[in-house]
């Protein structure tokens, strides 16, 4: 789909949604073949003013398959779950709008085109009223009393103290994205060429604004019409005159011949006669006496002026028949990504598919979301000192997939620990399944992918360990017993030597660092990520 149809159509369906004309809006979206995801929050948008909550719900869907960071479309899905008691579903979606916000306490998108400023606050409140209507009012409480950045926070909590349920907060109607002003200035049309002009011609009296070739007369000498001696370039020769040199014309006396150029230095003028052009001194001219009486025509003799060659215009090129509309199987090349049903477990059934589409394009996706659940396989992404993936069945068991990756790094298999991070933490958490019996691939992939790290090191046979800690940032070591990391790295803590300095292990390694250059979990944060 060319962009100046997606971008008119884009500016018609806001256009239409300005004046509350919701079904009107919906129907020119509906017509654009490859949706962005701003048009598709937009769909979401609508549905919403109309009361659709279930098709908002699979625009907003959609919305998150094209673009996975959208903060705003995961805050406007939270508030849509809890409308309609997905609770543990729209408490997901509050944990992914917080981290999207990538620690911002506001997010302002009037750069994107949509008017609306999105606040830590808003979310939180969101989250505060999920827990209001599971009865947990305590973490409802707690909830809002971590977010200390402002809003209306304090009349929440005095409902959360009355044991009042929140309601939650939603992108307020009309405000959607919008197209820059200055791609839909340049729909206009333009012309850029203008309409021709005759600037000078050799014919007299020519007012064409055409191309020559396109002149329509009949074949022979043009006759152009003449008022009278004074404003006619036809002369009269007094007397015979005989060419004397080159460039000359042999012209009869009192023949009538057509004035092409001014008089030159010599006294010699330009003339046409008898269809040919040549010089004859200007001082044998005189004016000719062609005026006539009213309604009276004259028969006059040609005057030698060709006409242009009476071909016929040139014809515009036969277009051929453009190719079929692509159809929507055509957006949906890869699994979207679930709306993160890694929480609650829940499969996406075909009823999540986008609704206000042609009914041939839903059967179309229904249809490739089958065979992409059909593969049952992840693509594994292993961190080690440089990045490898692999293809795994999602059933695979922990020594398979220990064998895999050791086979891949060319590490012996019982030297390497695996670990991964949970949705909203920044620890990076043991593979246990040594230990936890019955767990697969399929328990920490998410959308068909899963990111681990390796490390290569020996067991600790002989170390407690105390707890954990995230490098905020790199540490060289001073000494020979100093414990060296990354920033990021997770370190096992073994012992608090003082209050300043504590004893880790880190990638095969044992020794001493200061505690500023580490940082515990969040225990509050840790327990939202668990939903």
Not at 21 to 38: F, H, N, R, V
Not at 64 to 75: C, G, H, M, Y
Not at 454 to 478: F, G
Not at 508 to 531: H, W, Y
Request: charged fraction near 20%; hydrophobic fraction near 35%; proline fraction near 6%.
């Amino acid at each position: 789909m060319l962009y100046t149809d997606l971008l008119q159509l884009w500016n018609e369906s806001v256009q239409a949604m300005d004046s509350k004309d919701w079904q009107g809006a919906l129907a020119k979206m509906d017509q654009i073949t490859e949706p962005t995801s701003w048009t598709l929050f937009n769909a979401a948008s609508a549905h919403i003013c109309l009361g659709h909550l279930d098709s908002a719900l699979k625009a907003l869907d959609l919305t998150i398959v094209k673009d996975q960071r959208l903060s705003v479309a995961f805050f406007q899905r939270a508030a849509i779950k809890i409308l309609l008691g997905r609770l543990e579903e729209a408490l997901s979606d509050c944990v992914w709008a917080q981290k999207h916000l990538r620690g911002n306490n506001v997010i302002d998108y009037r750069q994107l085109g949509l008017r609306y400023k999105l606040n830590s606050w808003q979310v939180s409140h969101n989250a505060a009223a999920v827990y209001c209507r599971m009865d947990q009012w305590e973490q409802a409480r707690d909830v809002l009393m971590s977010n200390n950045q402002g809003g209306n926070l304090e009349m929440a909590l005095d409902m959360i103290l009355r044991n009042e349920v929140l309601a939650p907060l939603l992108v307020p109607e009309g405000v959607v994205f919008r197209p820059r002003k200055k791609d839909v200035e340049q729909l206009k049309p333009r012309d850029f060429l203008g309409k021709p002009k005759v600037i000078s011609s050799m014919i007299p009296n020519d007012d064409f604004g055409g191309f020559e070739p396109l002149r329509l007369q009949k074949p022979g000498f043009y006759q152009p019409s003449v008022d009278g001696a004074q404003h006619s370039r036809y002369m009269c020769m007094g007397v015979p005159y005989m060419a004397r040199g080159p460039g000359q014309l042999t012209v009869p006396g009192g023949a009538k011949v057509f004035i092409f150029g001014e008089e030159d230095r010599d006294g010699m003028a330009t003339v046409i006669y008898d269809g040919q052009r040549g010089l004859v001194p200007a001082s044998l001219l005189k004016p000719a006496d062609i005026k006539t009486a009213e309604g009276k025509t004259v028969n006059t003799l040609p005057t030698g002026i060709p006409l242009p060659p009476g071909l016929k215009p040139p014809t515009r090129p036969q277009t051929r028949s453009s190719s079929a509309t692509p159809t929507w199987e055509h957006l949906i090349s890869d699994t979207p990504p679930p709306p993160y049903a890694t929480a609650t477990r829940i499969q996406p059934s075909a009823s999540t598919l986008p609704g206000y589409t042609a009914n041939a394009a839903s059967k179309q996706i229904v249809n490739v979301v089958q065979e992409s659940e059909a593969d049952s396989v992840v693509m594994v992404k292993v961190n080690y000192i440089y990045t490898v993936a692999l293809s795994v069945a999602t059933n695979t068991t922990y020594h398979e997939l220990k064998e895999d990756i050791a086979h891949k790094l060319d590490q012996p298999s019982s030297s390497l620990r695996l670990r991964y991070r949970k949705h909203g933490s920044r620890l990076l958490v043991p593979l246990d399944w040594e230990v936890e019996t019955g767990k697969t691939l399929h328990d920490v992939s998410e959308a068909g992918r899963a990111t681990l790290w390796c490390q290569v090191e020996d067991p600790l046979h002989n170390h407690n360990i105390l707890y954990q800690m995230v490098a905020k940032h790199d540490y060289s070591a001073q000494g020979p017993e100093d414990l060296e990391f990354s920033e990021g790295d997770t370190i096992d803590i073994l012992c608090e030597v003082n209050e300043e300095w504590l004893e880790g292990h880190c990638a095969g390694k044992v020794g001493i660092f200061p505690s500023c250059f580490a940082m515990r979990e969040n225990d509050t944060l840790m327990q939202m990520s668990e939903f």
